[in-house]
Structure formats: C-alpha cells, structure tokens
C-alpha cells in the first residue's frame, strides 16, 4: 500500500441521497477505506439532499436552500467525500452559482488520487470486473482514469475493458421517467456492452446508474453485480467483499 501524501486531514462523508437511502452498504465502505488510511472520518447528521433533482428539474430556489444547508453542515472540514460524481458535481459547479462557498468536495477516487496520493489501498478483490465511467464523473469532474488505476492495483481483481464505455447508461435522474423509451433503449446498449464483456461485476462511482444497469441485468437474470466502487476498494482479504452486504 502507498504512504499517503497527506497526513490525518479531517474528512466528512456526504452518503448522498441514493447511497443512504438504499445503498448504505456503500457508504460504510467508504468510510472503512479512509480510516483503513489514515483518516479521521465523520457524518454530519444534519446533511440533506444537494439539491441536484430539483436545481435539474427547474426549482432553483429549493435546490439553493439545500445548498445553504450543505455549506452550513460541512463548514469546517478539510475535506467533503462523497461516492457520487452526479453530486460532487453538483455541489462543486453548481452551488456556487446558487450563491454558497461549499466546503472541498471530491468523489472518492479524485480523493484517492489527488489528495491522498495513492492508487493501492491495499484491496483484494479477486472477481472479474469490468468499469462504468458515469457521465458526470467523466465530463463534469473529469476524473479521467483514477477509477481505473484503483482497480488496476487491487489484488486478485481481473479488470476488463467495457466496450462503448463512455456512453451514457440512460438513467440521468428524472430522464428515466421524462423520456423512458430513449432511457431503455440506452440501458440495452449499455448491458449488452457489460454482457460482452463475461464479468461477474460491473462497478462504477455512482450508485445512481449501478441501479439503473443493475436493475436490468437482474431482471434478464444475467448473473452480474453491481457493485460500487468504494466497496471493492474498502474489501480485503482479511475481511471480504460480500453480496450479503448489499
């Protein structure tokens, strides 16, 4: 495992709306990782939503009192993390524009990376799995290829490349709904690409889209999870990743 290039800071977890509601599992992983690396690690129990569906949907005025909040209940930290490019990006490029200073946010493998300054955390995962970059990640944050170097150094992981992978999946939070024959024929194309593929897992930074393809990769009974990024990262051989936890 890598020495990290900053020592102890004082980090917040964000869960985020869609992890804290459904995907808790995640969330415990996120933290699990960080104080497996040196960080001092708290959840601020007053954070709310970051206000990304209503800003999207045309309630700017709702989405700016949930960023007044937000900037309220991370002042102070060193760092914000949340597992979710959608919400990163929101909070980084948006709150701003609603009239706050948001506290340092970062999705995880950003904070990996460029702050912590490690790639090997120290992970065993030994599935074969193949990688979704989400479209907020990959053109709002521009996280490039942080997510891959993480897999690329967890033990016993066999990565495999995703064809098309920079399509977007078609959930894109109310177009689901707004526009669902678009929606569903994108989750094709984006499930027949992971089936190509012959992984047991498909892992991605946002639990948001692992929803939407995981949910058509089990209705056709395929056989592949879905597993968020942070959970392989957190799982070791001393104490494994399990479905059970999902």
Known sequence: MQKAVVESPKVALFATCVTDTLYPATARAVVTLLERLGCSVEFPLDQTCCGQMHF????????????????????GYDAV????????????????????????????????????????????????????????????LG?????????????????VALPDAESCCGFGGTFALKNADTSTAMLSDKMRHVLDTGSEVLTAGDNSCLMHIGGGLSRLRTGVRTVHLAEILASTEEDPWSPATR
């Open 56 to 75: 999207n949907t045309g309630y700017p005025d709702h989405a700016r009192g949930l960023a007044g909040s937000y900037e309220r209940t991370f002042a």
């Open 81 to 140: 993390i949340a597992p979710s490019g959608s919400c990163t990006g929101m909070v980084r490029d948006i709150h701003p524009q609603l009239g706050t200073t948001p506290a340092p946010t970062y999705e995880l493998s950003e904070f990996l990376v460029d702050v912590l300054g490690v790639t090997d955390v120290g992970a065993y995962f030994p599935h074969r799995v193949t990688y979704h970059p989400t479209c907020h990640s990959l053109r709002m």
């Open 143 to 159: 996280v490039g290829d942080k997510p891959l170097s993480l897999l690329r150094a967890v033990r016993g992981l066999d990565l």
